[in-house]
């Protein structure tokens, strides 16, 4: 069992940045696809980047540019840095993780990811 928390959301203006950050309670090694999430009010919950165990990473193409996913294995902590933000990226970002995946890209389904962290806002003013 893997636990995950999310923090570092928070209200930005368009054009500025944030990173977050998810705090997992084991190895990130331990876990085939990593992933971040967003979901936005009345939307579908939508995977914005993903990075396997060998640190490949995967972006959707809303994100390529400006978000930027990474990991700190040492202290089990999974990031994605995101810049010059827009209002459309307003939603609740959630950090999850597959132990066993045949592939880790952002097209996985939501439902294939076993441990999701409880989210973290991120609201972005014109």
């Known amino acids: 069992q893997m636990q995950l928390e999310e923090s570092g959301g928070g209200s930005v203006q368009a054009g500025g940045s944030l990173r977050i950050s998810c705090v997992a309670s084991?190895?990130?090694?331990?876990?085939?696809?990593m992933a971040w999430f967003r979901q936005a009010p009345g939307k579908q919950r939508e995977a914005v980047a993903t990075i396997a165990r060998d640190g490949f990473t995967y972006y959707a193409d809303s994100a390529k540019g400006r978000f930027t996913i990474s990991r700190d294995d040492a202290k089990n902590i999974l990031y994605l840095q995101m810049d010059n933000l827009e209002p459309e990226d307003t939603a609740m970002f959630y950090c999850a993780a597959e132990q066993a995946a045949a592939y880790c890209s952002t097209g996985r389904a939501a439902q294939r990811f076993d441990y999701w962290g409880q989210g973290t806002q991120v609201t972005v003013s014109s």
């Open positions: 084991g190895p990130l090694t331990a876990m085939a696809c």
